[in-house]
């Protein structure tokens, strides 16, 4: 008898263990989890266009997808710009051009109070497009704000997300300064694969796990989203070259456009050194061309 109320004891401390065990696993998941559903509960889309020229069958395609041909309007966001009053009027009159006047500009300062009546505008827009220029100058304005807040939002709500360059560098939850940090002097594009030298700050992290790059073609930036790729393996880097664009609907991803969009992925999740070189093996790259499509994870 002693032998066995031992054992059940045992038995009983080991499911105990297992339970408490069970709970702690649940309980550190429950936030990505969360994370997960809120993405799942998003019933808008993403337009990601690369920079250059948008050719005018990618205008019809904003026009289309967001619906504001039909009802709603667009607003657009020109803070990336060094002269926003002049980002704002290009953006505006390539809807203008497709007789869509129901577009509007609305430019936040930094340090500013924000009216409730602004948020609310960009909150309940059916489109809301980022201009290009710098992206670390759009993030200083709208990074922890209502701005942030709303943008989130009207996505989650149906609206479509449009950004052109660094409109489209800001839609990753990790997003591509531009700055070299062991090179000091500016180049469009990186000379080496270094480690610690890509600069990854926050962006409006509309879509996780990615990165994006834009130019990509043109401007030759395999070299850094490659460096990023090998530091950050979790992530895949998409890079989506000028007068090109990625519409993103939940985990899928179709090419608009007139180049090719680099998707480089690190299932390994390899990276060596030597020195301060980076190497890897089994990075994976496709290139997807117009009308083609991909899930992101």
């Given amino acids: 008898m002693v032998k066995n109320n031992k054992m059940l004891k045992k038995e009983t401390f080991i499911f105990l263990s297992f339970v408490v065990a069970f709970q702690f696993f649940t309980s550190c998941n429950a936030p990505k989890k969360q ?21 005018s069958a990618m205008i019809d395609r904003i026009i289309s997808e967001s619906g504001i041909d039909k009802t709603g309007y667009g607003i657009i966001l020109p ?27 609305l430019h936040f300062i930094k340090g500013e109070k924000f009216s409730s009546d602004k948020i609310d505008s960009l909150k309940n827009a059916s489109m809301i497009y980022i201009s290009g220029g710098d992206q670390n100058r759009f993030m200083e304005v709208v990074q922890n ?3 942030e807040k709303a943008i989130h939002e009207a996505y989650k709500n149906g609206s479509l997300i449009a950004g052109t360059s660094a409109g489209a560098a800001v839609m990753s939850k990790m997003m591509i300064t531009g700055t070299e ?30 990165i994006i790059d834009q130019h990509f073609v043109k401007r030759s930036r395999y070299n850094r989203l490659l460096s990023a790729v090998i530091e950050h ?18 985990n899928n991803a179709e090419i608009v456009g007139e180049y090719q969009v680099i998707v480089f992925k690190n299932p390994k999740k390899s990276k060596n050194l030597y020195q301060d070189k980076l190497g890897a093996h089994g990075i994976t790259l496709d290139i997807y061309l117009a009308g083609e499509t991909f899930t992101l994870n």
């Fill in 35 to 55: 994370e997960q559903k809120q993405e799942q509960e998003s019933k808008g889309k993403l337009f990601i266009i690369g920079g250059g020229s948008r050719p």
């Fill in 79 to 105: 803070m990336s710009s060094s002269e926003p009053d002049t980002s704002a009027y290009y953006a505006k009159k390539q809807f203008l051009i497709k007789n869509i006047a129901n577009v509007h500009a």
């Fill in 181 to 210: 940090l062991k090179n000091l002097e500016y180049s469009s594009t990186f000379r080496n694969l270094q480690s610690e030298n890509i600069e990854i700050k926050s962006g409006l992290g509309m879509i996780d796990n990615v």
């Fill in 145 to 147: 704000t209502e701005i």
């Fill in 233 to 250: 393996p979790e992530t895949t880097g998409i890079g989506i070259d000028e007068s090109t664009a990625i519409l993103i609907q939940g």
